[in-house]
């Protein structure tokens, strides 16, 4: 059986096809424009792949209330174009097949759970630090959603005590996001954030603010396993500057080995690499099928 999979992200749309076991057996990228020409490419991709089920991880916000009428729409992105368009329904016109449908940090989170780094656990925490910072949570089994989805990037966080910027977020400023994501860093200090050495003081600012929001996470939803990834990301160094700080807010209030002796196996990066957002498409297509 072949499940189609769309990565929708803010800078560029990942498709694929995979298998049941998760294996991703082809996919193609291409940049994230105008909705209609980005989906038409989308479409055009799937034509002859005679996929079971399309399962998309979108950008957000998006309407994952199946009673809504606006299921399925992307909702109130600043992104150009993309504001209330009907994303599933324009796929649906071409495509008669299950669909699955979330964040596309939800998506990572849960394949995670199902292939990745959390593979085994109930529950993991999974942060994308791109080119915005987005969250999806999978407790106790399955996908968290609420009142809509889960919103953690933009979460307010204390300011570090030498920072004077602004913040780059269009809606909150200084929030986690405005703060932390790629354009917040090349906005801050003048050129991208994989331009600065190791040692510059963005780094310490940088492990500061997502240090903040994990501190937060793990005490409100106590996760079994939290993983970062993202552009932002693939510093490497930052992994034992945010470990550090995260066991400094703590200050061992939770008392559990896994952060006070083994925290380098709890905040991590995705064990599925770069893959885990279309990998996550690929299971939300599964579950579809599955609840047919």
Same mark, same amino acid.
């Given at each position: ?9 803010? *800078?560029?749309? #990942?498709?694929?096809?995979? %298998? ?22 989308a479409i055009s991709y799937f034509q002859d792949k005679q996929v079971k ?16 009428? *606006? ?44 292939? &990745? ?8 925490v999974y942060y994308t630090i791109g080119t915005g910072v987005g969250v999806? #949570?999978y407790a106790e089994g399955r996908l968290v959603h609420g009142l809509v ?7 307010? #966080? ?14 909150? &400023? ?69 470990? %550090? ?6 200050? &061992?209030?939770?008392?559990?080995? *896994? ?11 995705? &064990? ?21």
């Open positions: 059986m072949r499940i189609g999979a769309i990565e929708a992200g803010g *800078t560029k749309f #990942v498709c694929g096809v995979g %298998s049941e076991e998760g294996i991703i057996e082809d996919s193609v990228s291409f940049p994230t424009r105008h909705p209609e020409e980005t989906l038409e490419q089920a399309i399962g998309v991880g979108s950008f957000g916000p998006i309407d994952i209330d199946p009673a809504s009428s *606006t299921y399925g729409y992307v909702t109130t992105t600043p992104k150009p174009g993309w504001a209330n368009y009907d994303f599933i329904g324009r796929l649906k016109r071409e495509f008669a097949v299950p669909y699955g449908w979330d964040t596309d940090v939800n998506a990572a989170a849960l394949a995670e759970a199902k292939w &990745g780094a959390a593979k085994g656990l109930d529950s993991c999806g #949570v989805h889960p919103e953690g990037g933009h979460v307010l #966080v204390r300011r570090h005590p030498k920072d004077t910027f602004a913040g780059h977020c269009p809606f909150h &400023g200084d929030c986690l996001e405005g703060m932390a994501a790629g354009p917040a860093l090349e906005a801050r200090w003048k050129v991208k954030g994989h331009e600065l050495a190791e040692g510059h003081p963005a780094w310490e600012m940088e492990a500061y603010y997502i240090a903040q929001a994990v501190t937060s996470t793990i005490l409100m939803l106590s996760p079994k396993k939290v993983i970062l990834g993202g552009g932002v990301m693939q510093q490497a160094h930052l992994f034992k500057m945010i470990r %550090s700080e995260v066991q400094r807010n703590l200050n &061992g209030y939770v008392s559990s080995d *896994t952060i006070l002796k083994q925290i380098d196996t709890y905040i991590v990066p995705p &064990g599925l690499g770069s893959k885990a957002g279309l990998a996550g498409a690929l299971a939300l297509g599964l579950e579809a099928v599955q609840a047919k």
